[in-house]
């Protein structure tokens, strides 16, 4: 049982290997970097709140890890490329991009402006992109690699809400997914979508707050009865970052209680 046990856990050694993780000062990013630098990794951390970044380094320092810190705007294609510049000097290479960071805009359909739209698609498809290119071209040159785009209920189902621009660019996010992981995987770089329900952020509270029936709405779509939290993402990011995946690739995965499984007038728990 030793050896067997042995063998279980060197599936999932990340020991030596270089992971960008974006959106890493909180939320999904934060939990994803920790999971990937408990499990052996050295961390590139991008986030704009750069400090917030920092202090997840002091963390993952502690672990006995490498890290870089990176304020990048990841919606501009000449600062990502900088950005993995500098993960050429300091590292050499790239095993794993979690490509995380993103925002999106509420407006409903008819009063949505197209400079509002222009930016979120630069910002989540054109950006998100970038950051798969660049990292894409250094894994292609060393024959492997994994990248876990984060896409949404979104990218598969509407939402109302005024989420029409968000849901254009997590839609995207799926084809981008499914398009590279098609060009990508017989030279050795897979890539998966991980695409999760309601997650609970700063941002979500806030809505939840100033809307005191969302959080009701969102769990009767939720057999599961909860909303997710950062932590859900752990075993699933350290799972697509190592070589327990290995043919797994072009997957959307949906991290979500259930939601996808339900149809829209199913109700949980037969009640």
Not at 23 to 46: E, I, K
Not at 88 to 111: M, S, V, W, Y
Not at 220 to 237: C, K, T, V
Request: proline share 3%; charged share 15%; with cysteine.
């Amino acid at each position: 049982m030793g050896k067997v046990k042995e063998k279980m856990m060197k599936l999932f050694d990340l020991t030596d290997r270089v992971a960008v993780v974006s959106g890493a000062a909180q939320g999904l990013g934060r939990a994803t970097a920790l999971a990937l630098a408990q499990h052996g990794a050295d961390l590139v951390l991008v986030d704009r709140n750069q400090s917030g970044a920092e202090a997840i380094a002091i963390q993952i320092q502690a672990l006995g890890r490498k890290t870089l810190v990176a304020g990048t705007d990841v919606s501009s294609p000449e600062a990502i490329a900088e950005l993995f510049q500098q993960v050429d000097t300091q590292f050499g290479r790239i095993d794993f991009l979690g490509n995380i960071a993103g925002d999106g805009h509420l407006a409903k359909p008819e009063e949505l402006t197209i400079t509002d739209l222009n930016r979120v698609l630069q910002n989540l498809v054109v950006g998100r992109f970038a950051m798969c290119q660049e990292a894409g071209r250094r894994m292609l040159a060393q024959g492997c690699g994994s990248i876990m785009n984060i896409g949404s209920l979104a990218s598969s189902t509407a939402l109302g809400r005024g989420h029409i621009a968000y849901s254009m660019a997590m839609g995207a996010v799926i084809q981008m997914t499914r398009e590279l992981s098609t060009e990508w995987s017989h030279r050795g770089v897979r890539v998966n979508c991980v695409t999760p329900a309601q997650v609970v952020n700063p941002s979500l509270t806030a809505r939840m707050q100033s809307d005191p029936t969302l959080e009701g709405r969102f769990l009767h779509g939720i057999p599961a009865g909860r909303l997710g939290q950062p932590e859900d993402i752990m075993g699933l990011a350290v799972l697509l970052a190592s070589d327990a995946s290995s043919w797994i690739t072009g997957a959307i995965i949906p991290m979500d209680g259930g939601n996808m499984a339900m149809n829209a007038g199913g109700t949980p728990g037969g009640h």
